[in-house]
C-alpha cells in the first residue's frame, strides 16, 4: 500500500477507516482499553476533542489509573491548552510507567510532554 497521506484525502481516508476498524473491534469488545485509548489517540491527532472526551471517558471508568489512560488524558489537555492538567496527569502517567517494567516509547513520551507543559506554563528555564 501507500504511506499514509499519500495522494489527495489520503490522510482522512486512512484515518476514517482506522475508526471504522476500532468502531468494530469495540462493537465486540466495548471494554477493550487498548482499542479505546488508541481511538482516542487517534481523535487527538485529528483534533476532535469532544470524540476524543468521550471515549476517554469509557477508560476512565473502567480504569482511572491505566498509564496509557493517563498519557491519552495528558495529550487531551494539551490539546486543549489545559497545561497545568496535562502537567498533573503527566505526572501520575510517569509515576505509572516506571512502576510497568517495560518502558515503552509511551514513556519518553509522557517525558516530552511533561516539559512541552512546562514550557507553556513559563516553569522550564
Do not use: W
Not at 73 to 82: A, I, Y
Request: proline content about 4%.
Amino acid at each position: 500500500g501507500r504511506p499514509m497521506g499519500a495522494g489527495p484525502g489520503g490522510e482522512k481516508k486512512e484515518f476514517e477507516k482506522a475508526e471504522e476498524l476500532f468502531t468494530v473491534l469495540l462493537n465486540n469488545d466495548p471494554t477493550n482499553e487498548r482499542a479505546l485509548i488508541d481511538l482516542s489517540l487517534l481523535y487527538i491527532q485529528t483534533k476532535n476533542k469532544e470524540k476524543a472526551r468521550a471515549t476517554l471517558e469509557k477508560v476512565h471508568a473502567i480504569n482511572p489509573d491505566f498509564h496509557r489512560f493517563l498519557y491519552a488524558q495528558g495529550n487531551l489537555f494539551v490539546l486543549e491548552e489545559k497545561y497545568t492538567e496535562a502537567l498533573e496527569t503527566f505526572m501520575r502517567a510517569l509515576t505509572a510507567y516506571e512502576r510497568d517494567p517495560i518502558h515503552t516509547t509511551e514513556y519518553t513520551l509522557v517525558k516530552f510532554g511533561i516539559s512541552d507543559c512546562l514550557l507553556h506554563l513559563g516553569k522550564y528555564d
